[in-house]
């Protein structure tokens, strides 16, 4: 007979890709295999789907069906190829014909011939959006996903028989989803309005949101770091919508959004406990799929670290290539995946393993050595990429009595407004923030003003090293580009050096 060939998507890594089904259905005993690295959930398929296609008045080929999935090299998981399977069989045999091309088929079939929703159809409509379909066929329960989805539209049927029904123009589609109830319902972040006192830590976030600075936030127990960091979000420029699809990929992938969430539009905030496992930190690899980690999950967003130093060593070892590539190697067998993790890291701790070295120094009771232990866990791979590091100290009576702390949404037009002029600043470069600035650049293209320099000088004479001291000069473009200064002068240097001054353990 003939070769049918319909488009599905299977998820891959951690996003989902474009899978070609090719049906051939040719004379010889009936039988039917797959080919193309389908792993048990997709070879099963082929028993779904059979049962599916008699259930649903249609007819099962008596002959040799052979199901081709490609790319071959791609190790094929899940159960939304069961719909794409089903009308290339249909089609090879003549029973329904599809006209157009730029079609994808995703959904899992019931034994009655019935279409249910799978995990991760956003991130298969995104990729179908990507691969240049406009129209995706799903069941209602992932209507909404596609909807989510700009560039492709969905044509939602609850069994294979209306599906055969639509494709010949005898029956209709279901009603599409309310298009109001497609929002994304990211949870809102904490307001800054709420934080009383805790002034200089407050710049010190701004500053981070502001250049993309990694953050230290430094102080005893129950002062208030916590509370600080979760505000970061609130003052973070909304994603990009290429970063938006991404970032909704990863968490429908992970199963942690509902299969019909809309689109992720702020950028996330991640803060693992300190027990979590190197697997859950980092990624793992699971029969063929990446379940994304921590680090992954943070893509584009915030990795908050609390209590750092109690994290396990590969866990904060682990976060070394994350933080100079944007991305993680996992390493397996069969072939490696790479997962995306550009994330914006802020760390706090105690400032010694009892707490209370930085407020009073006479109540601390740790010996040196245990404080110099405890700053060694942070040092190497976090320390030397972190800008910023604020003690964080708690606010006094009559800071708590203070009625009016500027709100969220002040700070984040400021924010707004200083990545725009670093964005312009540096079109004719390949970084866009303040923090990925090469160092050798900061001393001459971008160096700062003249009175700025000389403070800098002077700090190094002092013992400021060079690394530090490229540090600084981010700061301070970070801080004259918050103040719509065109040249970091003393001032900007100035209180960037204030912005690095606390190191734990001293
Ligand atoms: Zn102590």
């Not at 599916?52 to 081709?68: D, E, F, K, Q, Y």
């Not at 006094?396 to 702390?405: H, I, N």
């Amino acid at each position: 007979m003939t070769l049918a060939q319909v488009w599905g998507v299977a998820p891959a890594g951690i996003a989902a890709v474009l899978v070609k089904v090719e049906v051939d259905v040719s004379q010889g005993l009936p039988s039917v295999g797959v080919v193309g690295l389908a792993q048990t959930s997709v070879t099963e398929s082929r028993w779904r789907v059979r049962s599916a296609i008699i259930n649903s008045g249609l007819v099962w080929p008596n002959s040799r069906v052979t199901i081709g999935l490609w790319p071959a090299d791609l190790p094929k998981t899940g159960t939304s190829l069961d719909l794409p399977i089903a009308i290339g069989i249909l089609q090879a045999t003549q029973q329904v014909r599809l006209t157009e091309s730029d079609v994808t088929f995703v959904g899992e079939l019931g034994l009655d011939g019935g279409v249910r929703p799978v995990p991760g159809a956003l991130a298969a409509a995104i990729a179908a959006a990507r691969a240049g379909f406009t129209r995706v066929v799903v069941c209602p329960g992932n209507a909404r996903a596609v909807m989510a989805i700009p560039g492709v539209r969905p044509i939602v049927i609850g069994s294979l028989a209306q599906l055969v029904g639509v494709l010949s123009g005898s029956a209709q589609e279901e009603l599409q989803p309310e298009p109001e109830s497609i929002q994304a319902s990211d949870a809102e972040a904490p307001d800054f309005a709420d934080v009383r006192g805790h002034e200089f830590a407050r710049l010190g976030i701004e500053v981070a949101a502001a250049g993309g600075h990694h953050m230290a936030l430094l102080g005893p127990p129950g002062v208030g770091k916590t509370m600080l960091a979760q505000r970061l979000p609130s003052i973070l420029p909304p994603l990009t919508e290429e970063m938006a699809l991404d970032v909704t990929a990863i968490h429908a992938l992970a199963g942690a959004l509902d299969t019909d969430h809309g689109l992720l539009a702020k950028p996330p905030f991640v803060a693992p406990h300190h027990s979590i496992s190197v697997a859950a930190m980092l990624g793992a690899v699971r029969g063929g799929r990446l379940i994304p980690g921590a680090v992954t999950l943070a893509h584009g967003g915030v990795l908050f670290l609390d209590e750092a130093p109690e994290f396990a060593r590969p866990c904060l070892e682990g976060l070394r290539q994350p933080l100079e590539q944007g991305h993680l190697s996992l390493m397996r067998v069969e072939r490696g995946l790479t997962a995306p993790a550009r994330f914006q890291l802020i760390i706090a701790a105690n400032p010694c393993p009892c707490g209370l070295a930085t407020d009073r120094a006479e109540s601390c009771r740790c010996t040196p050595m245990a404080k110099r232990r405890y700053a060694e866990r942070l040092s190497g791979p976090l320390l030397d990429r972190i800008d910023i590091r604020s003690a964080v100290t708690k606010p006094t009576a009559s800071q708590f009595r203070m009625e009016d702390a500027e709100p969220s949404a002040v700070i984040a037009d400021r924010v707004l407004g200083a990545r725009d002029r670093a964005q312009h600043r540096y079109c004719q470069h390949y970084w866009q923030l303040n923090a990925q600035a090469p160092g050798r650049l900061l001393r001459s293209e971008f160096a700062p003003s003249e009175h700025g320099m000389d403070l800098l000088v002077e700090a190094e004479r002092r013992g400021l090293n060079p690394r530090g001291s490229d540090r600084v000069l981010r700061l301070a473009w970070t801080l004259a580009d918050l103040s719509g200064v065109n040249l970091p002068g003393r001032e900007q240097v100035s209180v960037a050096l204030a912005l690095r001054n606390q190191e734990p353990g001293n």
